[in-house]
């Protein structure tokens, strides 16, 4: 069976595999992926102690446009956090705090050249 997917879109899949095994290393706990509330979308949400965490990725594959966490527009950012709303309404938990992180891929095919994990980026 052949993907449907774009190139693009097998990228960011790639690209969210990669950052959910990242985060599991550092000891957080994964909750959702590709969370979706209406239109909008959380790639990662997870747990680290009392801190509830959005994630967004970002996978290119060079530096030709500019770092890849630099790609997520204001309008990116309303729609993560309309979500994550609603994402805490639905699972109230005992979380003390919530955070936005961004990771931030550089990938040449199958291999990871640069990750960066920015935490409280918005």
Do not use: W
Not at 28 to 33: A, G, M, S
Not at 51 to 56: A, M, N, P, T
């Amino acid at each position: 069976m052949t993907s449907t997917k774009t190139q693009k879109q097998q990228t960011g899949t790639q690209g969210e595999n990669i950052a959910t095994d990242f985060l599991i290393q550092k000891g957080y706990k994964i909750l959702e992926r590709n969370y979706r509330h209406k239109r909008n979308e959380i790639d990662i949400i997870c747990q680290k102690g009392n801190f509830l965490v959005f994630v967004e990725v970002k996978t290119r594959k060079s530096k030709s446009f500019g770092n890849p966490e630099e790609h997520v527009s204001k309008k990116q950012i309303n729609c993560i956090q309309k979500a994550s709303v609603q994402y805490q309404n639905e699972y109230s938990g005992t979380f003390l705090l919530v955070r936005y992180d961004i990771i931030s891929l550089i990938m040449n095919k199958n291999e990871v050249l640069e990750i960066l994990h920015l935490e409280d980026a918005f």
